[in-house]
């Protein structure tokens, strides 16, 4: 069975950084294109980051280039989405998503930017 | 610039049967999409992945009631013998190469 298991959410204040990990299990990872998506409260999905099956490539939404960065680490089974000046507007449930067209997701874990 | 356009709201009877609309922007009616379902206080769940001549491919354990179906810039999810469980929001997405995702603002389905 497929799993991706996202961790390494809580409150931070703004301005603040947060690192979210994803540990994938059940499949090859490294054949697999990963993405962060992001749920705000009471919001509709909305993608925030790709990285590509060898780590290569990356592709950011307007809305966090400059401030996210997303890695992988195959040897690991891992996923990471480093956040740096974190905004109120950051707040939301943040999800690993496997694929293009995404097959699995993850549970989610709740990143609160608050002061 | 695609853009994935649902409906905000969507209702049906129990065991009724529904179809939910996600439509591409102009230029873009070759793209497959896939149907997400996220249910009350969840996560969301993959449905299906859906291309342009209608073919679909479903996740694992999504029941036979859920299918897909295209007409030009249409993607379509039909749900029949509604039940309660069903009831949930419905997203849309898709990749644009060298640009990333998109998803559609997607439909609150409500079961009466």
């Known amino acids: 069975e497929v799993q991706l298991a996202e961790s390494g959410g809580g409150l931070v204040q703004p301005g603040g950084s947060l690192r979210l990990s994803c540990a994938g299990s059940g499949l090859t990872f490294s054949s697999c294109d990963m993405n962060w998506v992001r749920q705000a409260p009471g919001k509709g999905l909305e993608w925030i980051s790709y990285n590509s099956r060898s780590g290569s490539t990356t592709y950011y939404a307007d809305s966090v280039k400059g401030r996210f960065t997303s890695s992988r680490d195959n040897a690991k089974n891992s996923l990471y989405l480093q956040m740096n000046n974190l905004r109120a507007e950051d707040t939301a449930v943040y999800y690993c998503?496997?694929?293009?067209?995404?097959?699995?997701w993850g549970q989610g874990t709740l990143v609160t930017v608050s002061s | 610039q695609l853009v994935l356009t649902q409906s905000p709201s969507a209702s049906a009877s129990l065991g009724a049967s529904v179809k939910l609309t996600c439509t591409l922007s102009s230029g873009h009616s070759s793209y497959a999409i896939a149907w997400h379902q996220q249910q009350p206080e969840k996560g969301p769940r993959y449905l299906m992945k859906?291309?342009?001549?209608?073919?679909?491919s479903k996740g694992d354990g999504i029941p036979d009631r859920f299918s897909g179906s295209s007409s030009g810039a249409e993607r379509y999810l039909t749900i029949s013998s509604l039940q309660s469980e069903d009831e949930a929001d419905y997203y849309c997405?898709?990749?644009?190469?060298?640009?990333?995702?998109?998803f559609g603002g997607g439909t609150k389905l409500t079961v009466l």
């Open positions: 859906l291309n342009s001549d209608g073919s679909h």
């Open positions: 998503a496997r694929d293009k067209h995404i097959a699995h």
């Open positions: 997405q898709t990749w644009v190469t060298g640009k990333g995702m998109v």
